[in-house]
């Protein structure tokens, strides 16, 4: 079956950086285009980032500039990497394979000092 296994988060202070992992599993992975999600306590779900099956990339403004989804189709992984790290993106960071209801479990990113 399909699974998806998000790794990576923490706590950090502001300023700092950390990368999420999310491996997938049980799907043709380098066809699909695959997105970053974050929800913070009491707020709705957001789109961070996603990219393609072709590499092309697209992220929120809110994390331009800061944050960089990549992918590795070997490893059927795709990555955050997220830099200058703000206490607004205190959050649980999801991975989802677009356009499908596939989700991960989930991982805690916590910035604050």
């Known amino acids: 079956q399909v699974q998806l296994v998000e790794s990576g988060g923490g706590l950090v202070q502001p300023g700092g950086s950390l990368r999420l992992s999310c491996a997938a599993s049980?799907?043709?992975?380098?066809?699909?285009?695959m997105g970053w999600y974050r929800q913070a306590t009491g707020k709705q779900r957001e789109l961070v980032a996603v990219i393609t099956s072709g590499g092309t990339t697209n992220y929120a403004d809110s994390v331009k500039g800061r944050f960089t989804i990549s992918r590795d189709n070997a490893k059927n992984t795709v990555y955050l990497q997220m830099n200058s790290l703000k206490p607004v993106d205190t959050a649980v960071y999801y991975c989802?394979?677009?356009?499908?209801?596939?989700w991960g479990q989930g991982t805690q990113v916590t910035v604050s000092s």
């Open positions: 049980g799907i043709m992975f380098r066809i699909y285009a």
């Open positions: 989802n394979i677009a356009s499908t209801n596939y």
